[in-house]
């Protein structure tokens, strides 16, 4: 009820009234059954304006200590990510990667959106970076399809780093769902989860128009913290 509430009558209309936001390929979104939408990341405001656009609740994985946490905090957070869709990492996993597909497969098993960032984390630069290859698996273990989402202008709005930017009308476009079905059974082949993820990143390439670096963010992230690393020496170039 939480997440229909901020939706429609406290946060989703002060959203659209004030940002605008552009949708397109939103007819690609299944009206029922069990969907990943998979997008870039490029702030914290991607998880508000992209289910913003869907009609349907679209489900995200949250760290399992926003559920468990003790005192009056822990019970508002608990409160406020489990009604706004949000599901723990399920710590019965061998470490977070299992539990948050278990979490993941639960949800498309009752025939809900799920939504993952398959970079991991917010790119610090803009770029698109090299997915992870736990949405391949999660693909093929479900047999579900998987929705190339790319999220524009949300760095702006929120910057990495910072709770404000600048006003801009942030768009989502969907793109064709991708069917990976001719893998069947082959969720343990490494180089074919490698080939499905890198599929999926490229068609949220072509869907966000960012410049992709075959690397991954967290990587990135690091080398930019050094002084020779990849942003400093674009700096001296």
């Known amino acids: 009820m939480l997440y229909w ?6 946060l989703g209309p002060l959203l659209k009234a004030v940002f605008r936001p ?19 990341h490029l702030s ?3 998880w508000l304006f992209m289910p913003l656009v869907v ?36 710590r019965s996993g061998a470490d977070a990667a299992a539990g948050a597909l278990i979490s993941a497969k639960r949800v498309l098993g009752e025939g809900g959106l799920f939504g993952i960032y398959p970079e991991g984390t917010r790119s610090h630069d803009g770029r698109l970076y090299r997915g992870k290859t736990g949405i391949a698996r999660l693909a093929l273990e479900t047999g579900v399809p998987v ?4 999220v524009v202008g949300t760095d702006l709005v929120a910057p990495p780093g910072k709770k404000f930017g600048r006003y801009t009308r942030p768009v989502v476009r969907f793109g064709t769902p991708l069917d990976f079905s001719r893998y069947a059974g082959m969720e343990n082949d490494r180089y074919i989860l490698r080939s499905i993820t890198d599929e999926i990143m490229y068609e949220i390439m072509k869907l ?8 991954y963010a967290t990587k990135a992230k690091e080398l ?13 170039s």
């Not at 994985?61 to 599901?87: C, L, R």
């Not at 929705?147 to 790319?150: D, K, L, T």
């Open 5 to 10: 509430f901020l939706k429609f009558v406290a």
């Open 22 to 40: 552009k949708a397109s390929g939103v007819e690609n979104v299944p009206e029922e059954g069990p969907a990943i939408l998979a997008s870039n």
């Open 44 to 46: 914290y405001a991607d």
């Open 55 to 90: 009609p349907r609740m679209v489900r995200f994985v949250a760290k399992a200590e926003y559920f468990t946490s003790p005192g009056m905090k822990g019970w508002a957070q608990k409160t406020f990510f489990s009604g706004t869709g949000n599901i723990p990492i399920d």
């Open 147 to 150: 929705i190339p989402v790319a």
């Open 208 to 215: 966000s128009g960012q410049e992709y670096v075959d690397m």
């Open 224 to 236: 930019s913290k050094r002084p020779d690393g990849p942003d400093q020496q674009k700096l001296a």
